[in-house]
């Protein structure tokens, strides 16, 4: 039996110990501007859509279509904030989510990033893990994948620190950002 995505109640907020995910939101886009033209350099090698600064209402757009997208349940997009000690969203650290999702198949790929004075805290592996515990129990997921530049040797480790196996390099699999061939290397986790 196959249940409408449209009818799974995805929480849009998760909480971790240090970090709080919270789902995509109108008004987010002028705070997101800054958090990314703040780490253009961190992201610009990795991140095709991270290659200039965006304006206020560019990222405005961009933040609603996530919004939208988590509503469908096409993209679960999530903002990454550091947890305060009364457990409230404090500072906007970076995104992440739940891509490529066949819902059919029950197949998600977890996608993130941070801004680079809060890289190497665990916030993203905080928020790998309650991505994955979101898909596996509430979603009924079958395989969880992290899909990355195999040169990313920090995106690597995020997924060999969050249980997931690599499972090969997929050899001139996509074009950078600079428009060569690059090698993607596949993580997963299966139910």
Request: charged share 25%.
């Amino acid at each position: 039996m196959s249940i409408d995505p449209l009818l799974i109640d995805v929480p849009e907020r998760l909480d971790g110990e240090r970090t709080v995910l919270l789902a995509p939101r109108a008004g987010l886009g002028a705070e997101m501007a800054v958090v990314i033209a703040q780490s253009l350099s961190h992201l610009r090698p990795w991140m095709p859509w991270a290659q200039d600064a965006p304006t206020a209402e560019s990222s405005e757009m961009v933040v609603r279509r996530m919004q939208a997208d988590f509503i469908t349940r096409s993209d679960l997009c999530f903002q990454i904030y550091a947890r305060k000690p009364d457990g409230s969203a404090g500072r906007l650290l970076g995104g992440t989510g739940l891509h490529r999702i066949d819902w059919t198949v029950r197949k998600f790929e977890i996608g993130y990033w941070i801004r680079p004075e809060a890289a190497g805290q665990g916030h993203v592996s905080e928020a790998v893990r309650l991505l994955a515990v979101l898909a596996f129990d509430r979603l009924g997921a079958r395989r969880v994948e992290i899909r990355c530049d195999a040169r990313n040797l920090k995106s690597r480790a995020v997924a060999e620190r969050c249980g997931f196996t690599l499972e090969g390099v997929l050899r001139c699999d996509a074009l950078g950002v600079d428009g060569q061939a690059r090698d993607t290397a596949v993580y997963a986790r299966i139910a």
